[in-house]
């Protein structure tokens, strides 16, 4: 992720059965991840399809 972050390059955190507040509570923290780049698992199919749309957009 720090190569990712350092090269400007687009993260996006996929979470399964943790929230990213729990993170900030037991002092782990959620370092470089911004609340607009973590999803939730269930939530992974409308982000694709969110994804897709962006890129078509810029494509056409």
Known sequence: MGAA???DMPI???FY???PKELEENGQGK???EDINIIQL???DLYVKQ???????VQS
Request: proline residues 0%; charged residues 25%; negative net charge.
């Open 51 to 57: 994804l897709s749309y962006r890129v078509h957009e």
């Open 42 to 44: 269930n939530d992974f």
């Open 12 to 14: 996006v955190a996929v």
């Open 31 to 33: 370092a470089i991840l």
């Open 17 to 19: 059965g943790v929230e």
């Open 5 to 7: 972050w350092i090269r």
